[in-house]
């Protein structure tokens, strides 16, 4: 079965300095993987996406995160917090399924801290 | 290309009303999810559609939720009677069938019905 770890509930930076929020999955197969950025009252923003090509993925707003399949992680990373970047984050893990197509699986989600 | 599409944004009801939220998914994309994110917590599935057929509902608590797709495009989701625990943002989202490429599409959201029951 397919899970999603997001290992923090909450981080809080400084302005300026690295952003690292960590996600590990669960997974029988070969996932994709998102991570979706949800600021106040708003829906939510696909930030970037790993389907099976590069393990190094970018996305929008300098956000990256690197695949890797031996530590079942899929860690979201910026090297200078904005004030913008304070918001709720989600990882999610998708298959394929032959009878129902994608089936999504969310974390529950790491809330950032942008301190000036 | 138009995102998802939903409405009301925002809406007010007391226990036991009847409330009814619509989304109108980006155009050609077989499967519509509908969310129940509580404040606080990720989004939680509630049913998911293939076109107009249901593939998962088994978060959905059928005696008070419904949902249906008609034609496969716009889709409605009500709740009869609804309860103070009901009050939540409804999340509604897309993505394209990803058999027919055989790789994984992200889903698209749209901006969500802010419920609040009294």
């Known amino acids: 079965a397919q899970s999603v770890t997001q290992l923090d509930s909450h981080v809080s930076v400084s302005e300026g300095t690295p952003v690292l929020l960590r996600c590990n999955y669960s997974?029988?197969?070969?996932?994709?993987l998102f991570w979706y950025v949800q600021h106040p009252n708003k829906g939510l923003q696909l930030l970037l996406k790993?389907?099976?090509?590069?393990?190094l993925v970018k996305g929008i707003n300098g956000f990256e995160a690197e695949f890797k399949k031996s530590e079942t992680s899929f860690h979201l990373t910026k090297p200078s917090a904005h004030m913008s970047d304070a918001a709720e984050y989600f990882c999610?893990?998708?298959?394929?399924?032959?009878?129902?197509?994608?089936?999504?699986?969310f974390g529950t989600g790491t809330s950032l801290t942008v301190i000036p | 290309e138009a995102g998802v599409a939903q409405s009301p944004r925002y809406k007010i009801i007391e226990k036991r009303q009847s409330v009814a939220f619509w989304c109108n998914p980006i155009?050609?994309?077989?499967?519509l999810y509908w969310y129940q994110q509580i404040l606080g917590q990720g989004p939680k599935l509630l049913i998911q559609?293939?076109?107009?057929?249901?593939?998962?509902d088994s978060q959905l608590p059928k005696d008070r939720f419904s949902a249906e797709r008609l034609k496969g495009v716009d889709s409605t989701l009500k709740i009869q009677p609804a309860k103070l625990e009901d009050s939540a943002v409804y999340l509604c989202?897309?993505?394209?069938?990803?058999?027919?490429?055989?790789?994984?599409?992200?889903?698209?959201f749209g901006p969500g019905t802010r419920l609040t029951v009294l």
């Open positions: 999610v893990v998708s298959d394929i399924r032959t009878d129902t197509g994608n089936q999504f699986y």
């Open positions: 989202a897309s993505s394209l069938d990803p058999r027919a490429s055989g790789r994984a599409s992200e889903q698209f």
């Open positions: 559609f293939q076109n107009n057929g249901v593939v998962d």
């Open positions: 155009s050609g994309h077989a499967t």
């Open positions: 790993y389907t099976s090509a590069a393990t």
């Open positions: 997974s029988s197969y070969s996932p994709s």
